[in-house]
């Protein structure tokens, strides 16, 4: 079972996702991150604390998150990136390619 869920703080769009991202979950990330991508969303923000599993599917969709946002100059960072899922960032080597933050408020402090 995973949950999405949008918020709004400043200019940023929080996506706040719980449970694990997989083959069967990842559609549903998909779909909120590429609805605002399509909305131009200036800041894109992925809150992955509460996520204690992702497979390549789930990467798969961050990097396309990632790719669509950076078609229009807009930003895309993640933070909160639970040891198993920043061990997959790390052996991929996404983690020298997304930006990743602790935390929101070392994101936040980002855009300064």
């Known amino acids: 079972m995973i949950e999405v869920v949008l918020r709004q703080k400043h200019e940023a769009t929080i996506v706040s996702i719980k449970g694990d991202v997989d083959l069967y979950s990842s559609p ?9 991508t399509e909305k131009k969303a200036p800041v894109i923000m992925v809150d992955l ?15 396309e998150g990632l790719q669509q946002a950076g078609k229009y100059k807009g930003k895309f960072k993640l933070f ?3 040891p198993a899922v920043r061990e997959v960032f790390e052996l991929s080597r996404l983690d020298k390619v997304f930006e990743i933050y602790p935390n929101e408020d070392a994101a936040f402090g980002s855009l300064a």
């Open 80 to 82: 909160g990136l639970t």
């Open 49 to 63: 604390h509460h996520v204690g599993y992702m497979d390549s599917s789930g990467v798969a969709t961050l990097v």
């Open 28 to 36: 549903q990330v998909r779909k909120a991150i590429i609805a605002l």
